[in-house]
């Protein structure tokens, strides 16, 4: 089930996020790439999930040669989906699927030895040991693949004759060598007669190992996935999350956005982590500009979403409900190929999202929503959608700079912002001596994005004197 819009998840940074959760097997990228995600009724399977990722945490951090030595066994396997489903129709295999078979069922060995490792994961790996002998009927133990000669007495025989003919060619002369020429060119096409019925054979009797190959391959991508989950977390700092129940709240301590918090120490600026608990009903966050909230709803809302796809959230303790979906918007509408202006394009996706509050727990989260309006009905508008979510069982987060109503079902939140006395100091002291970047920088630096509860809505301040440190020219201003 779609949880979040593709385009959303887009806006939310998602798909570059989970570049860093690293498979290594194509089982395993399968898994990643299908996003499960996890809806009300499922709390069983997300539990099972958090566990294994939970219980692997510490084996990681504590056994790496042991991790790498598995890892590069997954490395090794390959997509073998359409050698599989030939298998199941009766298509005769050719040698490199004979291969590739042999060559899972070697790995799958070697991986079920791991068996601490394989306990954490919650996954049961078998070696397959009969399919193993049939790929393998002289117990040699090579990694190759040939039509050996235990398969068939008369395709032994065959190769044995055309050795000999092959032997007699070369000592003979030309007239006789030409003979014995044609009677291996005889030979050669009855041996590839019975290597066909050969290769039948064989596939006819590794059909009914079909199902537990693919069993075991789907173990083996699980286990990889969850490792890789497990190392996410660990570079994220993160915890195992907790499930609520239904009309819970959604708890998130520490949390972060993991791309906006590389950017920005990448340029010497920092990151300062958020705590935000949101109950049932509609929660307001006001703040100055540059405070931070476009970052913290988008942090928010990807601590969400990856909650809801069985990872661990980059926070440092997370509690949350399932909803039946989440909503993100912000200003980056792409209306050009519906030919929306971006209001219209942002009412369509609001009105979708009544839509399917009316019978339906969502997330939504919107930033500074109805820009492209005036301010009084814009006002308005954002109001009367406080007051609507403001009844409902799911959660309404809006960051917002215009007034919003008060009452029941209704949470107000604000950014700390920068300190007055700050401010003045550096409008006395630092106006005009810095570059534009630099300003910014400084701004960035003052500035307090905690999240912290207000008892009534504040409009965000500071516009004006920021717009002043930064140059805006007084014959400008003066016009306030």
Not at 203 to 216: C, D, H, I, M, N
Not at 313 to 331: E, Q
Not at 396 to 411: D, K, M, N
Request: contains cysteine; hydrophobic residues 40%.
């Amino acid at each position: 089930m779609l949880v979040i819009r593709k385009e959303e998840s887009e806006r939310l940074g998602l798909h570059q996020v989970l570049d860093e959760c690293r498979c290594f097997s194509p089982q395993g990228r399968r898994l990643k790439r299908k996003r499960r995600y996890f809806t009300p009724g499922e709390q069983e399977d997300l539990n099972r999930e958090f566990d294994a990722i939970d219980r692997l945490m510490p084996h990681v951090r504590q056994h790496k040669a042991e991790v790498l030595d598995v890892q590069s066994l997954l490395a090794h396997l390959r997509d073998l989906s359409g050698t599989i489903s030939g298998l199941e129709k009766g298509r005769t295999l050719d040698l490199t699927e004979f291969y590739e078979i042999k060559e899972a069922a070697r790995l799958i060995r070697a991986l079920s030895q791991y068996t601490s490792l394989l306990t954490r994961a919650g996954i049961s790996l078998n070696p397959l040991p009969d399919l193993e002998t049939l790929l393998d009927p002289a117990g040699q133990g090579t990694s190759g693949f040939y039509l050996y000669d235990e398969y068939s007495e008369h395709l032994a025989r065959l190769r044995k004759d055309r050795a000999a003919l092959e032997r007699l060619a070369e000592e003979g002369t030309a007239g006789k060598r030409a003979q014995l020429l044609a009677r291996r060119a005889q030979l050669v096409a009855e041996e590839e007669d019975e290597e066909t019925v050969v290769r039948t054979s064989l596939t006819l009797k590794l059909r009914p190992f079909a199902g537990v190959l693919q069993e075991s391959l789907d173990g083996a991508g699980l286990l990889d996935f969850r490792l890789a989950k497990a190392e996410l977390a660990i570079q994220w700092g993160a915890s195992r999350p907790d499930l609520q129940e239904e009309g819970q709240a959604l708890i998130l301590e520490a949390f972060y956005h993991p791309l906006i918090e590389a950017h920005l120490l990448s340029r010497g600026a920092s990151y300062e982590r958020q705590t935000l608990t949101l109950h049932s009903g509609a929660a307001v966050l006001t703040g100055p500009n540059m405070g931070g909230k476009s970052v913290g709803l988008k942090a928010v809302t990807l601590s969400a979403v990856l909650i809801h796809l069985g990872y661990f959230p980059p926070a440092a303790y997370a509690a949350s409900p399932l909803f039946d979906f989440i909503s993100y918007h912000s200003d980056h509408f792409d209306t050009t190929k519906k030919g929306l202006s971006s209001f219209a394009a942002e009412m369509v996706s609001l009105r979708d999202d009544v839509e399917r509050s009316k019978d339906s727990r969502g997330l939504i989260v919107t930033d500074e929503p109805c820009r492209g309006t005036n301010p009084q009905e814009a006002s308005a508008l954002i109001g009367a959608l406080i007051r609507y979510y403001a009844g409902k069982a799911g959660i309404f987060l809006v960051a917002t700079h215009y007034p919003v109503p008060e009452g029941q079902g209704i949470s107000h939140w604000r950014i700390r912002g920068i300190m007055e006395e700050a401010l003045a100091d550096i409008m006395e002291n630092g106006a005009g001596q810095l570059s534009d970047q630099e300003t910014i920088r400084r701004i960035e630096s003052l500035m307090d994005y905690t999240i912290e509860s207000a008892d009534r809505p504040e409009p965000g301040e500071g516009a004006v004197r920021i717009a002043r440190w930064l140059g805006l020219g007084e014959e400008v201003l003066e016009l306030l």
